[in-house]
Nanobody, 124 residues
Framework: QVQLVESGGGLVQAGGSLRLSCAASGRTFGSFTMGWFRQAPGKEREFVSAIRWYGGSTYYADSVKGRFTISRDNAQNTVYLQMNSLRPEDTAVYYC?????????????????WGQGTQVTVSS
């Protein structure tokens, strides 16, 4: 059993910053890729960013490249998403995810584990 607990969401003005955290527990994560997805009202869940647990290779959606940074603390089993230069269109519920790399980047439907989500609201 894997548990993913997100924190750090909130309300911020456009141009501001937030940092999301995802604390993972329940198993070893050496073979997993950790990621962030988001879902805005009326839209499908979409990929935002991912990081390999070992090696640390990172991946980003084009819409967030240069503004968001994903990182991890292996000792704390925690993944972070630093979000800078936030825009109103970044408003969504952000979900932490864990799965093997191919499944995680292929489709949200193939992700093995999800957190409960944290709301990010960017006002204009």
């Amino acid at each position: 059993q894997v548990q993913l607990v997100e924190s750090g969401g909130g309300l911020v003005q456009a141009g501001g910053s937030l940092r999301l955290s995802c604390a993972a527990s329940g198993r070893t994560f050496g073979s997993f890729t950790m990621g962030w997805f988001r879902q805005a009202p009326g839209k499908e869940r979409e990929f935002v960013s991912a990081i390999r647990w070992y090696g640390g290779s990172t991946y980003y959606a084009d819409s967030v490249k240069g503004r968001f940074t994903i990182s991890r603390d292996n000792a704390q089993n925690t993944v972070y998403l630093q979000m800078n230069s936030l825009r109103p269109e970044d408003t969504a519920v952000y979900y932490c995810a864990a799965s093997d790399f191919v499944k995680l980047v292929a489709s949200p439907d193939r992700v093995d584990y999800w957190g409960q989500g944290t709301q990010v609201t960017v006002s204009s």
